[in-house]
């Protein structure tokens, strides 16, 4: 079984720019979450899909933050403009039901100069 | 919200014993995950537990108390591959059932 898929693994930018990242989640898998993980800390939930539904972005910073999952499979998360703070490993998972145990992606390293 | 806390940081021995603790505060607790992430790779499931007690997985278990908000990880017959961080993750069902995570625990295995 295929895990889940994350690109790019590593991206560099200059603070103002945007980034995007793209998430595939495990085949059959309803649920999918991105989440932020700043060094030293645990990851911090953005955002959670249920299908092509939003469950939960209460920790979205919706001004410069945003995703979607447009037919219930991949997903895009996208920062514009990026802020130094941003610099964090980007974590997608996806679970075949909400609240069960998650698999995650490889993640993406955002590095904000 | 939740609270969840755990030590920053542990070392151990190979071949020893440790035990990781997480303690909790959530009025909807609906179960709690450990979790294993080695530097630099994505997190990997280890253990759920809802009810109290202890879950036996090969060199890992993991207990719970639901009374007194919290868990241990222990891990038997250390190996250094088993130097990674260990986060715990509770669910709530006040929250969307959403697992919220801990900071983890750092454990460092030497020879």
């Known amino acids: 079984e295929a895990g889940v898929a994350q690109s790019p693994r590593y991206k560099i930018i200059e603070k103002r720019q945007s980034v995007a990242f793209w998430c595939n989640p495990i085949?059959?898998?309803?649920?999918l979450y991105w989440y932020q993980q700043i060094l030293g800390q645990g990851p911090k939930l953005l955002i959670q899909?249920?299908?092509?539904?939003?469950?939960?972005d209460s920790q979205l910073p919706k001004d410069r933050f945003s995703a979607e999952r447009l037919k219930g499979v991949d997903s895009t998360l996208k920062i514009q403009p990026a802020k130094l703070e941003d610099s964090a490993v980007y974590l997608c998972?996806?679970?075949?039901?909400?609240?069960?145990?998650?698999?995650f992606g490889p993640g993406t390293r955002l590095t904000v100069l | 919200g939740q609270n969840i806390d755990q030590p920053t940081e542990m070392t151990a021995t190979e071949g020893a014993i440790v035990q990781i603790n997480c303690t909790y505060q959530?009025?909807?607790?609906?179960?709690l995950f450990w979790y294993q992430q080695h530097a630099g790779e994505a997190p990997t499931f280890l253990s759920y537990?809802?009810?109290?007690g202890l879950e036996e997985k090969g060199r890992f278990s993991s207990f719970l108390s639901r009374s007194k908000g919290y868990s241990y990880l222990l891990l038997k017959e250390l190996q250094m591959k088993d130097s990674a961080s260990y986060l715990c993750?509770?669910?709530?069902?006040?929250?969307?059932?959403?697992?919220?995570f801990g900071r983890g625990t750092s454990l460092i295995v030497h020879p």
């Open positions: 998972a996806s679970s075949p039901r909400q609240g069960y145990e998650q698999f």
């Open positions: 085949s059959g898998h309803a649920t």
């Open positions: 899909f249920q299908n092509n539904g939003v469950v939960d």
């Open positions: 959530t009025s909807g607790f609906n179960g």
């Open positions: 537990n809802v009810l109290d």
């Open positions: 993750a509770v669910r709530d069902r006040r929250g969307s059932y959403i697992p919220t």
